[in-house]
């Protein structure tokens, strides 16, 4: 922990819930007083070097009242609508969930290697030169190991192409 963070947790154990009170009395509502209370212990943290040896409870209840009435001031704004937003077909939601649970399987059928190279290279987007330096291998070795597990997916999409929507993608 850095300097003064100990000393920053103990304070906020002790006034968070009288801090969280006062916020719910400002607002009515307990989710916008945890919200607001967790806001001004943030500032006050980023203060807290000039504020830790003086009132430090003062300086959050003073940044609690001015985030409150900010809110006030520029409500977020909500418009009641007649028309539901769309929800996704509950289709898609089965496609989705039996995509995911075969390229599970299909993941499970590559080394251990090919397999954390195919996650960083495609599902993190990392560039080849970085799944090396992450892997501990040269770049040649993280060309290979993906062409050949690309391979090895590409065969058995053609298996379940209907399942990824043709085309082996």
């Not at 806001?39 to 985030?67: C, E, I, P, Q």
């Not at 001031?73 to 007649?82: G, K, L």
């Not at 993906?146 to 065969?155: G, M, P, Y």
Request: a positive charge; zero cysteines.
């Amino acid at each position: 922990m850095a300097r003064g963070d100990e000393e920053f947790a103990e304070f906020v154990r002790a006034s968070s819930a009288r801090l969280t009170h006062a916020a719910y009395l400002l607002t009515g509502d307990r989710h916008q007083a945890e919200d607001a209370a967790q806001t001004a212990f943030t500032r006050t943290y980023a203060a807290w070097s000039r504020v830790r040896h003086k009132d430090a409870y003062g300086y959050a209840r003073t940044v609690l009242v001015n985030h409150v009435i900010d809110g006030w001031r520029r409500p977020i704004r909500e418009y009641a609508t007649e028309a539901m937003p769309e929800r996704p077909d509950r289709l898609d939601v089965d496609k989705a969930v039996t995509q995911r649970a075969w390229l599970t399987a299909v993941l499970k059928t590559l080394t251990d290697r090919e397999r954390a190279v195919v996650v960083l290279r495609h599902f993190f987007d990392l560039p080849e030169a970085d799944v090396a330096r992450e892997l501990g291998v040269s770049l040649g070795t993280v060309k290979s190991t993906n062409s050949r597990a690309l391979a090895k997916l590409r065969v058995e999409a053609g298996t379940e192409d209907t399942l990824i929507g043709g085309g082996g993608r």
